[in-house]
């Protein structure tokens, strides 16, 4: 099999009163998941616009709903698998392991949540991996938006203090441990928070081409 680029987008299925929680005081239950739900599309289409300037493959990993469900939503070009279980280092481990054993030559994972994650985005993370064996890109709050790698790297998630505001210090700490070179982006807003929707509406105005 030829090696080949591959874009994986976390997502976790719009379940009213399950996601974007902090965003219920603001929007109300139904007003986050749709925030949710549209931030997914959002990211989703830059995602499918840099899968086709790469050649590469696109795959979506989910939480909650069915396959059914998902693809109803967003569609069904793109490779939908669920995550699995463990916590969020365990699930990124084996997004990884798969698109590395199915002959992915670089891999790079997104979140749903940062709309300014564009195909440009994209395609600076591949590019550094030209160069290094990772490239992060750095969220306002401490976390990461996108993670790319050249290979396995089980040390990148080992011992993380996920969804707190150490995510990128401690990601960065393991690298370095473990004799990885890499390359941070340009650091953009994940909305998660009433005071992030700014980023969202500003977003939304210059959407992805059809």
């Known amino acids: 099999m030829a090696a080949h680029d591959h874009i994986i987008m976390f997502w976790k299925y719009p379940e009213e009163g399950r996601v974007k929680t902090r965003l219920i005081p603001a929007l109300g239950s139904q007003g986050a998941a749709a925030v949710q739900l549209a931030m997914a599309r959002h990211v989703l289409g830059w995602a499918r616009r840099a899968a086709r300037r790469l050649s590469g493959t696109l795959e979506v990993r989910y939480t ?7 693809e109803q939503l967003i569609g069904a070009d793109a490779r939908l698998r669920e995550q699995g279980d463990g916590d969020l280092g365990a699930r990124l481990v084996r997004a990884f392991e798969d698109a590395f054993a199915a002959g992915s030559r670089r891999v790079v994972v997104i979140g749903a949540d940062c709309p300014d994650a564009t195909d440009e985005v994209l395609a600076r993370a591949f590019a550094a991996l030209d160069e290094h064996d990772a490239v992060i890109g ?44 890499f390359l941070l982006l340009e650091e953009l807003r994940d909305v998660d928070r009433p005071a992030d929707l700014p980023v969202w509406e500003q977003a939304r105005r210059h959407p992805p081409p059809a």
């Open 64 to 70: 909650g709903g069915s396959g059914a469900a998902v």
């Open 138 to 181: 750095p969220a306002a709050d401490g976390g990461y938006y996108l993670l790319g790698l050249t290979g396995v790297l089980p040390e990148a998630f080992a011992d993380i203090p996920w969804s707190t505001d150490r995510v990128l210090a401690t990601t960065r700490a393991r690298l370095d441990e473990a004799g990885v070179t």
